[in-house]
């Protein structure tokens, strides 16, 4: 039987631990979420990110644009924002309709405003260790570890998945942890073999319940990133919970494991812009 890592319990108490810091900076920390189309999963990280604001202290504006904004338009927007004293974090949610170049839009949040950690200024500076923000769902699995007690120093860590905003980054601050990395992807000659290497396993390939108990060695750590909808509409991560969870020493759930972090992440990063926009930090 694996140990549940409590996703939303760690998560509520350093969102705690932020909200008294918040107050005792006597700062009001201000965040931009800027949504383009009705994707319906977006609505709902966006709606989130919101209600976590209001509960840390952090004042929230949010820009919900039709499809159709143009690039332009968006781009002004960004602009607008980089220049507005009361918001320190821009979060533009990802994905974007296809017709706007999410690269150009990337480059366009000041780097001291990308509280999301995408622009190639603040990837660098995470690659060489000298960074200010760390991108959210990464940071957030790194501090479920630590947590819960698990350091990854000198253990075998396997990501599967090399996404920008989850796999890259992840397989880099495991590292910075001092762990043995190795990174997997659609084109790993076998899988299953990678996998049943891991003294911790993060799997973010959205892909529902891919990854099954016979992929997974013995007492592993295994920290599940994914959230797909099934199709009677319930949420399921991209590991088979059923067959993986005896096999582990610890497990997250989905919903309520890394989803939360995620926030709570980026409720962090956007203090600390705030804070260093101050001179504080
Ligand atoms: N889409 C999925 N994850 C993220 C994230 O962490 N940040 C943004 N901006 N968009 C996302």
């Known amino acids: 039987m694996a140990k549940l890592i409590d996703g939303k319990a760690i998560s509520g108490a350093i969102r705690s631990e932020i909200k008294e810091e918040i107050a005792a900076s006597g700062l009001t920390p201000g965040l931009a979420v800027i949504l383009v189309g009705d994707d319906p999963a977006s609505a709902v990280y966006v709606r989130n990110k919101k209600r976590a604001c209001a509960e840390v202290g952090i004042y929230s504006e949010s820009y919900e644009l039709p499809a159709e904004t143009t690039q332009e338009e968006l781009l002004s927007l960004i602009g607008t924002l980089n220049k507005k004293d009361t918001i320190h974090g821009i979060l533009v949610q990802l994905p974007l309709p296809k017709h706007i170049d999410e690269k150009a839009v990337i480059l366009a949040i000041d780097p001291a405003k990308d509280v999301d950690a995408f622009h190639p200024v603040n990837v660098g500076r995470i690659v060489t260790g000298d960074y200010d923000y760390l991108p959210c769902t990464p940071a957030g699995v790194m501090t479920l570890l630590e947590r819960s007690g698990i350091d990854p120093k000198g253990r075998k860590c396997v990501v599967v998945g090399r996404s920008n905003i989850v796999g890259k980054p992840q397989a880099l601050l495991m590292l910075h942890a001092n762990a043995t990395v190795t990174v997997c992807h659609s084109k790993t000659a ?11 396993l993060v799997v973010a390939i959205g892909r529902a319940d891919y990854i099954t108990g016979d992929m997974v060695k013995e007492g592993a750590v295994v920290i599940d990133v994914g959230m797909n909808r099934r199709a009677d509409g319930k949420l399921t991560g991209d ?5 993986v969870e005896p096999k582990a020493s610890y497990i997250t759930p989905v919903p309520g494991g890394v989803g939360p972090m995620t926030i709570t992440t980026l409720m962090k990063n956007t203090f600390t812009a705030a804070k260093r926009a101050a001179g504080l930090k």
């Open 190 to 200: 076998d899988l299953a073999a990678e996998c049943r290497q891991a003294d911790i």
């Open 239 to 243: 590991v088979d919970f059923a067959s």
